[in-house]
C-alpha cells in the first residue's frame, strides 16, 4: 500500500466484501442490505459522532466487530445463559482471527493486528477507554436501530432486562448520548421503565 490511508481503506473494503456475502438482508430507506454489511456501517457511524478522532485500531475494530457472523449459529449452541455466552466468546475469537487475517493481507504490523484483536475480544472492559468506546457503539447501535424489533419478539421482562445490562455496560458518555438520541415512544417507554425513570 502506498500511504497508510490506502492500507486502511483496503482493510475497511476488505471488511465490507466479507460482510456484503451475508445471506441474510435488511431493508433500509428502501434499500436492500446484506444484514452485516449495514450493521458494520451503522458503527462505523455512530463511531464518527462518539469519537470522531478514534485510532486507527480502533476504527478497524468498529468495522468489523460482526465480522461474518452468520458462519456460528446462535442455533448451533445450547439455547441457554451458558449455550449464549459460550456462542459470543466463540464470536469474539472468531471475529479477531478472521480481522487478522485481512489486516496482515492488506499489511498491519503485528502490533495493530493484536491491539484490534483485543478489541474485538473486548478485554479489559470498563479499564479500556477504546474497549468502553466499542462498547458503547455497540449499545448505541442496537438502541438506534435494532431495538424496536427486538422488543416485538420477547416478552417485556427480557426486554427490560437486556436494556438495564446494556445501560450497565455504556460509559456516562454512552448514556448521555444515549438519553439525548431520538427514540420511538414504545422504546423510550421501555427504556425509562427498565432504569425506572
Known sequence: MSTDTDRLQAALAR????NA???STEVFNGTVYPKELLYAQRMTAWLTTVAPEASEALRLAVRCQHMRRWSIPRQTYPMDREGYLRWRTTLARFHADTAATILRDVGYDEAT???VQTLLRKERLKRDPEVQCLEDVICLVFLEHYLADFALQHEEEKILDILRKTWEKMSPHGQDIARAMPMSPDAQ????RALGL
Open 15 to 18: 471488511f465490507d466484501a466479507a
Open 21 to 23: 456475502e451475508d445471506p
Open 113 to 115: 493486528i493484536l491491539r
Open 189 to 192: 417507554r421501555l427504556v425509562a
